[in-house]
């Protein structure tokens, strides 16, 4: 119930800093040889000269019907142009969580398994790398060596999965790989303090005098233990994910929510800015409710 | 080895076989299909599909894509029939009478009809500046049968045909009447056009991707293909446009044959591309484009006009084109405010850059020290040097400048203010325009002289280059259009109207088996086709 307040809150402040930010969609829209009587007659066209308290009571009319108006430019329904490039976005993100997690759990618990020793300090190094290398830098690297030089992979695009897993992992990998990157790094490093936490425990210590096997004590035991944290970080991670994708999506010509926001920033296209801002705040709102959910599947002592 | 690791081994490869073998049939079949589809990276995405509500070159392009026109310029700048079979200019040239060619339908099957036609016009007409000339001089526009109509004129008027056969934005594409009758202050509801290409609109993303498909009702002109005018003959199945916003990756499509053509390769990238071996630089663009510094004339001090001569004597062109092109094979000087490579290029009334008349000239005009604001678009590369180089020279003259950084959506929107500059107006920007958008006196919006009405932005008041601008207009005589145009020009700069800042090339990168491309003063697709 707290989400329907919250998201009030980001529907007023995101319209009023778009109405009050430098920037006419009408002038824009007219083009550059555009006279002032064209711009007005476009503006008044788009309702822009109407009194601000009067188009805020208009959108918040439509989104009450669940209406989030239509592009400024191309006079598409907003919820059409996030439906078309919703699916590029969640893919590249669900993809690259997936990724990140496989690889940096395990990573993590070596880590912390062998701590101060070769592994851990290689596995912390290469977390920095992660952490300092920009996204772009790594975009262009990568397509460098796999598109340019080894022609294994193409360049840049987007194909649906509903084109063939071989398409879509294609064009998925050099992106998805990219992005994972930092996002090793952090969930490295978050499952390897949390493990140290816990493997200084009594208990672990009675598992191992119990004779249990280590992978049975990192895994069955610690690691479940340490997992709330590690959750949690996750949960915020793939939520940045969502809204920080568009370095890559510029990179690799994927045709995202990342995208159609800058671009509609730049083109101060206010209903897509105001329906998208909207939906990330709707999806962070469900996350870190699925967050508290998995905490009580986790840990049986937690109850709401 | 073990028997079931073998077994796992052996099974593996063939699977490994077989899909090598599918991938190999896939890949001819998918080589041979891909001859068939040209994909195209424009310099923007499109999203206004309605190329009369907006000028934005993308909306142009898409336009010459699905519509057509009645006429067309050729490489010479003549305007030549294309949807019109014949026409003919009564004696006392009042009335001008139209037939259109046989077989021309929309996308939707209808046939075009003069009804069409007269309503495309008269939207037209509404935005456009050579069209609401056009219809300021008409007394009627009267349908005679379904493919014959008249303009009939108030009085003589020079322009007809060059109206009618305009390559830039706004062009008079015909539409079928229930989308032309649309208010010219909103989009168009639907995409029928009887163009070389149809859009595929089940594939259209804004922004991202546009697809268009072979008309196969059109029927191309049987001349050869010149700038707009002669047979569109379309030679691929399917067009896709791809917006890239990288460059960077652009550039790496390109090379690796995801894409055939960048149509705006940005200019610090074309020494990277010439070393491709399978990429050609072209200059499919050869009217080029011209840099403009224009002021403000409602703010002082540049409602002085001894200010503004000396800014326009402080401008060394050469110093902007370096700054912001770079290659001087992509540049050159040019005073002509309607172009260097048009009928009325003239450097009538240009002066010789110099320091010193400058100088002078802004000691004469009483200035004392009043800032000048000058807005800076940082996101725009295509024009974003070009303020730098503004604020060093006006300072040399002993100007106090202030150069204002803002994205190019904040400066357009601040632009369109009459405001005090304290209140949010401003002394200077500057822009980019085709050749096409200013070759002539009608076309070129920054010769106006009408003030508050209907002026562009600056909002330059002249009677006289008013008066200048009606004597073309109504001139018939190639040759006195020429003298006129030249006086225009020299009037512009006597006051100061705007500052051109010389003329560029942009050339496009395309992959060496594309073969037909056209130059053109607009992006044109047909006549390609792939080896």
């Not at chain 1, 701590?115 to 830098?137: E, H, K, N, T």
């Not at chain 2, 009478?97 to 036609?117: C, E, I, N, Q, S």
Request: net charge neutral; hydrophobic share 45%; glycine share 8%.
């Amino acid at each position: 119930m707290a989400a329907i307040p919250v998201m009030g809150v980001v529907a007023v402040f995101v319209f009023l800093l778009l109405r009050l930010s430098p920037g006419d969609p009408a002038a824009i829209l007219a083009g550059d040889a555009a006279t002032v009587e064209n711009i007005a007659a476009i503006r008044a066209d788009l309702g822009l000269d109407k009194p601000l308290p009067e188009q805020f009571v208009t959108w918040m009319g439509q989104l009450l019907q669940g209406d989030l108006g239509r592009s400024v430019f191309s006079k598409q329904p907003v919820t059409v142009l996030i439906g078309q490039r919703i699916e590029p976005t969640i893919s590249l993100a669900l993809m690259t969580l997936l990724f990140s997690v496989l690889v940096a759990v395990p990573m993590g618990i070596i880590a912390a398994w062998r701590q101060g020793g070769w592994l851990d300090r290689g596995i912390m190094a290469l977390s920095v790398a992660g952490f300092s290398i920009p996204v772009f830098v790594l975009g262009y690297i990568l397509i460098y060596f796999f598109s340019m030089k080894l022609d294994l992979l193409p360049v840049q695009g987007f194909a649906s999965l509903s084109e063939g897993i071989l398409p879509f992992l294609e064009r998925i990998t050099l992106p998805m790989v990219t992005l994972s990157f930092i996002y090793i790094a952090l969930f490295a490093r978050i499952t390897r303090a949390a493990m140290l936490e816990v493997l200084g425990e009594d208990y672990i210590r009675t598992a191992h005098a119990k004779g249990l096997k280590e992978n049975v004590v990192l895994v069955k035991h610690a690691l479940r233990n340490a997992a709330i944290p590690i959750v949690s970080v996750i949960g915020i991670g793939f939520a940045l994910m969502i809204g920080g994708v568009v370095v890559t999506e510029t990179v690799f010509n994927i045709p995202g929510v990342g995208r159609l926001v800058v671009d509609a920033v730049l083109a101060r296209d206010y209903p897509i800015i105001q329906g998208v801002i909207l939906l990330f705040s709707g999806v962070y709102v469900l996350i870190n409710l699925a967050i508290d959910v998995a905490y009580v599947l986790l840990d049986p002592r937690i109850r709401y | 080895m073990k028997k079931s690791t073998l077994r796992h081994l052996g099974c593996f490869a063939s699977i490994l076989a077989l899909t090598a073998a599918f991938g190999i049939t896939t890949i001819n079949d998918a080589a041979a299909q891909d001859k068939k589809v040209l994909r195209f990276i424009p310099h923007s995405g499109l999203r206004i599909t309605d190329p009369i509500i907006t000028t934005a070159f993308m909306s142009r392009n898409h336009g010459y894509m699905i519509y057509d026109t009645l006429f067309g310029v050729d490489e010479k700048m003549q305007p030549q029939p294309q949807m019109v079979e014949k026409y003919d200019v009564s004696g006392d040239k009042l009335t001008y009478t139209f037939t259109l060619r046989d077989g021309l339908k929309f996308h939707d099957g209808a046939p075009v009809t003069t009804t069409d036609v007269i309503a495309s016009l008269q939207r037209w007409g509404k935005n456009d500046a050579m069209g609401q000339k056009l219809i300021a001089y008409t007394k009627e526009m009267k349908e005679v049968d379904a493919k014959t109509f008249q303009i009939i004129l108030k009085e003589p008027y020079g322009l007809v045909i060059d109206s009618l056969a305009k390559p830039s934005s706004n062009v008079p594409f015909i539409m079928p009447k229930k989308m032309a009758d649309t208010p010219a202050n909103q989009n168009v509801p639907d995409e029928i056009g009887s163009g070389p290409y149809r859009m595929v609109k089940a594939e259209f993303q804004p922004g991202v991707k546009v697809v268009y498909e072979k008309n196969p009702d059109y029927k191309p002109r049987s001349e050869p293909p010149s700038y707009m005018a002669g047979g569109k003959v379309v030679k691929v199945d399917r067009v896709e446009w791809i917006t890239m916003s990288d460059a960077q990756t652009a550039m790496n499509a390109l090379i690796k044959g995801e894409v055939d053509i960048w149509e705006q390769p940005s200019f610090d990238l074309l020494p990277a591309l010439k070393k491709e071996k399978d990429i050609e630089i072209r200059n499919l663009q050869p009217l080029g484009m011209n840099y403009m510094l224009r002021m403000n004339w409602l703010q002082p001090p540049l409602d002085n006009v001894k200010v503004r001569q000396a800014i326009l004597h402080a401008v060394n062109q050469e110093d902007y084109l370096a700054a912001q092109v770079g290659d001087p094979d992509y540049y050159k000087v040019c005073p002509a405010m309607f172009g260097c490579a048009t009928p009325l290029n003239t450097a009538e009334g240009a002066p010789k850059p110099s320091i010193e008349t400058a100088k002078k000239l802004l000691k004469e005009s009483g200035y004392k020290g009043e800032k000048i604001v000058i807005m800076a678009p940082t996101d725009l590369g295509s024009i974003a040097q070009l303020p730098l180089v503004s604020g060093p020279v006006l300072r040399s003259i002993g100007m106090n400048v202030d150069v204002q950084s803002m994205d190019w959506q904040t400066l357009v929107g601040r632009r369109a203010k009459m405001d005090p500059v304290d209140q949010g107006g401003w002394h200077i920007f500057h822009t980019a325009w085709g050749t096409a958008d200013m070759m002539n006196p009608i076309a070129n919006a920054g010769v106006k002289g009408l003030g508050k009405e209907g002026g562009f932005f600056g909002w330059t008041e002249d009677p006289v280059i008013e008066k200048l601008r009606d004597d073309y207009a109504r001139e018939t005589d190639p040759e006195k259009q020429k003298q006129i145009a030249a006086a225009v020009q020299k009037r512009a700069y006597e006051m100061v109207l705007y500052v051109p800042l010389g003329e560029y090339f942009q050339p496009s990168a395309v992959r060496k088996n594309v073969k037909g491309t056209l130059p053109s003063p607009a992006v044109v697709l047909w006549n390609i086709e792939k080896e």
